[in-house]
T-cell receptor, first 116, second 115 residues
Framework: AQTVTQSQPEMSVQEAETVTLSCTYDTSESDYYLFWYKQPPSRQMILVIRQEAYKQQNATENRFSVNFQKAAKSFSLKISDSQLGDAAMYFCAYRSFNQAGTALIFGKGTTLSVSS | KAGVTQTPRYLIKTRGQQVTLSCSPI?????VSWYQQTPGQGLQFLFE???????NKGNFPGRFSGRQFSNSRSEMNVSTLELGDSALYLCASSYGGSGGANEQFFGPGTRLTVL
């Protein structure tokens, strides 16, 4: 069975600085998707970025980028130029490429606080 | 386009009762997934419905059930509520077809408290 581990329960960053959130996963599959979701205090989960395992190029979305290391089964999220609105819980998630359906396996989350 | 809606937003029940939660997906989405979020266990997948059929199921007892209607709206039911069922229940919708990342869009959740 696949597992997702986020080893940092809490992280903090100053406005305008850069922070990296860690995620490792375990799978025997070769094709899969990885996601980072953001859950602000309002509780609405928002997709931040996704990575297809067959793509070697790391995904980027504006200030958000990932460092995807397939062999190491690592998928970290880098937030550049942090803003107060980035404060939230961040979840790393895995989805099998081959499974029927869209079930996500989530890590336990990292709470990010941003100070001015 | 309207987002995923969940009703009710908050619910208080007592042990032994049953509860039904509702989820309306984004128009055109045929897949609805349900997740339970608790501080201890985090986010756990309950089940997924696609075109009125359960396509995938997580590791939850039979007290948790669901269904999907022809308009893709979904309900989940929890019978004989236990204190441990207190959680935020999240619903997510996607197109659900085979292939592709099938990005899931989440609703705001239903906060269930069992007393």
């Amino acid at each position: 069975a696949q597992t997702v581990t986020q080893s940092q329960p809490e992280m903090s960053v100053q406005e305008a600085e850069t922070v990296t959130l860690s995620c490792t996963y375990d799978t025997s599959e070769s094709d899969y998707y990885l996601f980072w979701y953001k859950q602000p205090p309002s509780r609405q989960m928002i997709l931040v970025i996704r990575q297809e395992a067959y793509k070697q190029q790391n995904a980027t979305e504006n200030r958000f980028s990932v460092n995807f290391q397939k062999a190491a089964k690592s998928f970290s999220l880098k937030i550049s130029d942090s803003q107060l609105g980035d404060a939230a819980m961040y979840f790393c998630a895995y989805r099998s490429f081959n499974q029927a359906g869209t079930a996500l396996i989530f890590g336990k989350g990292t709470t990010l606080s941003v100070s001015s | 386009k309207a987002g995923v809606t969940q009703t009710p937003r908050y619910l208080i029940k007592t042990r032994g009762q049953q509860v039904t939660l509702s989820c309306s997906p984004i128009s055109g989405h045929r897949s609805v997934s349900w997740y339970q979020q608790t501080p201890g266990q985090g986010l756990q997948f309950l089940f997924e419905y696609f075109s009125e059929t359960q396509r995938n199921k997580g590791n939850f007892p039979g007290r948790f059930s669901g269904r999907q209607f022809s308009n893709s709206r979904s309900e989940m039911n929890v019978s004989t509520l236990e204190l441990g069922d207190s959680a935020l229940y999240l619903c997510a919708s996607s197109y659900g077809g085979s292939g592709g990342a099938n990005e899931q869009f989440f609703g705001p959740g239903t906060r269930l408290t069992v007393l």
